[in-house]
């Protein structure tokens, strides 16, 4: 069973590394929900399904912990110093107009994009409701969209 869920995990991450940390996750689970295995039809059926959904996790955090740009700057190297450049005046148009948001606004998006915590721990460090640091969020995400688009035109 393990090499199936390598496979699996190989194919999806692309890197034999990540997909041995996913696979030995996969086994750890199991391992932990041991005694309540026999409720299920099928265990190997339950493991892929397991490796799967622990590979959409790393792929989602690996697309956090790098965005496209992050990506295009890293292929075309550190010695383009116009790509440097242009890098460097886009962080600060962003963090300009993060500035200029009201005072939650930039709270909650910094505690979000930049710390990467959750909308339950913001809402609790913010004293306001779930539902509120969401659409605080969405409307300082869409601000500075606006204007870093108006910026950069």
């Not at 397991?50 to 989602?60: F, L, Q």
């Not at 116009?82 to 890098?87: H, I, K, P, V």
């Not at 505690?111 to 959750?118: F, G, L, Q």
Request: with cysteine; glycine share 2%.
């Amino acid at each position: 069973m393990r090499e199936k869920l390598f496979c699996i995990a190989c194919k999806m991450l692309e890197e034999e590394q990540d997909a041995e940390d996913a696979v030995q996750e996969v086994f750890l689970k199991l391992w932990h929900i041991r005694d309540s295995l026999d409720k299920y039809d099928s265990i190997p059926a339950f493991a892929t399904t397991v490796t799967k959904n622990i590979c959409v996790d790393k792929i989602r955090i690996r697309g956090r912990e790098s965005s496209l740009d992050d990506e295009i700057y890293r292929q075309a190297g550190t010695d383009n110093p116009y790509l440097q450049l242009e890098r460097k005046n886009s962080d600060e148009i962003i963090r300009f107009i993060i500035d200029r948001l009201p005072p939650l606004q930039q709270a909650i998006i910094r505690m979000k994009d930049i710390d990467e915590y959750e909308v339950e721990q913001i809402a609790g460090i913010t004293g306001t409701q779930v539902e509120a640091v969401r659409m605080n969020l969405s409307r300082a995400r869409k601000k500075v969209r606006e204007e870093y688009l108006k910026w950069t035109r």
